[in-house]
């Protein structure tokens, strides 16, 4: 049994996790950069930055990332960062983070590389035990303790496996030892929120809306069938689940963001918004990567011509129904 596990990312889904696990652990310990997150808290049980009125348990406490002994007490650490920190951090803490089970929540694909987050954290820490943690998780549901499903994609280790579903035993759980592919699918979603966001920035009504969704969704099965190990993917929380919870839902930020590009209310710049839209980070990765499988992903590209500037949604959403799968 886990006593102690660290957590790094103290935003929404690093203190949505850490209030999860703290019901079936000793302590919880966050670690952030902001020394008032740090404060708040340790003070006042509560993250006043992402959920002021959420009070946090009490074995839930928060040191500044720079302390590497309370990391190296750790026994499992959750990685909770966007994407495009993660190599940067793991590689900061690679001392501390060796030999611990390690968990990434996080839905990106590095680029150029192409590789995915626990193909990060394998690269800089050599750990064999990686597991990613994927599924229809929208943090704040999570922090205020509501139903979730989530794939946990690890390899055929038997304890990994067991300690992992202990850690987030508050979850409904599926399992793949794909975790390469249960990790593609975040970022495949994302991807696919974007652009259904995007379509329905012009077009308004359900069977649009469903006749597009259901476009996208073949082809993001398209790839994973040409991908993925696990030929029962399609129908984990990862994959199915998290994609229509991200692609239908205006929580999303990845679907917000493909409505405000459609609408023409934020250009290019959105990327310094400090906002976490991981889709648009990814989308140019996902289509090389196609492309190194010779599949063609005319709705990724849509999405990814759009938010490169090259053309608007109006002159290029009725194309993309007509090219794609
Ligand atoms: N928010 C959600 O509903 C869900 C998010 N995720 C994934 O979790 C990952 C994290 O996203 P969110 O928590 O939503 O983002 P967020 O923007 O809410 O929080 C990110 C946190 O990481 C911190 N951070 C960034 N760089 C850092 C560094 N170098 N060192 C320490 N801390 C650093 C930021 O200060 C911020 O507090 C993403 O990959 C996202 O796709 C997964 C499921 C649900
Ligand atoms: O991954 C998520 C829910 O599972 C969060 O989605 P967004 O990043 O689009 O907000």
């Excluded at 963001?257 to 906002?275: A, C, D, N, Q, R």
């Amino acid at each position: 049994m886990i006593s102690k596990v660290g957590v790094i990312g103290a935003g929404s889904m690093g203190t949505a996790v850490a209030q999860s696990i703290s019901r079936r652990v000793g302590e919880v310990i966050v670690f952030g950069r902001r020394q008032e997150i740090v404060d708040s808290i340790n003070t006042d049980n509560c993250n006043k930055r992402y959920f002021p009125g959420l009070r946090l348990n009490p074995n839930i406490h928060a040191r500044l990332m720079g302390d590497r002994q309370g990391l190296a007490d750790c026994e499992a650490v959750i990685i909770a960062v966007p994407s495009s920190e993660v190599r940067f951090i793991v590689n900061a803490t690679h001392d501390e983070l060796t030999g611990k089970f390690l968990v990434t929540v996080a839905k990106g694909l590095e680029y150029p590389s192409l590789k995915t987050m626990s193909e990060i954290i394998r690269d800089e820490t050599g750990n064999p035990d990686i597991a990613c943690f994927s599924g229809p998780t929208f943090a704040d549901e999570v922090a205020y303790g509501h139903i979730a499903g989530a794939t946990i994609g690890a390899g055929g280790d038997p304890s990994l496996r067991a300690t992992i579903s202990n850690l987030f035993g508050e979850f409904i759980l599926d399992f793949s030892d794909d975790i390469r592919a249960v990790e593609l699918c975040g970022v495949l979603k994302n991807v696919y929120a974007i652009g259904t966001g995007m379509w329905d920035s012009v077009y308004g009504n359900h069977n649009e809306h469903y006749t597009f969704l259901n476009m996208c969704y073949k082809e993001m099965c398209i790839f994973l069938r040409a991908i993925s190990r696990d030929k029962g993917i399609f129908t984990k929380f990862c994959c199915f689940g998290d994609f229509n919870l991200t692609a239908n839902v205006d929580k999303s930020r990845n679907r917000t963001l493909g409505l405000m590009v459609g609408k023409k209310i934020v250009k290019t710049p959105y990327l310094e918004s400090g906002v976490t839209f991981e889709g648009s980070r990814s989308v140019k990765g996902i289509i090389e990567l196609a492309e190194n499988h010779s599949i063609d992903m005319p709705i990724a590209r849509f999405v990814y011509d759009v938010l490169s500037g090259n053309n608007n949604v109006r002159e290029s959403v009725d194309g993309v129904i007509r090219k794609a799968p």
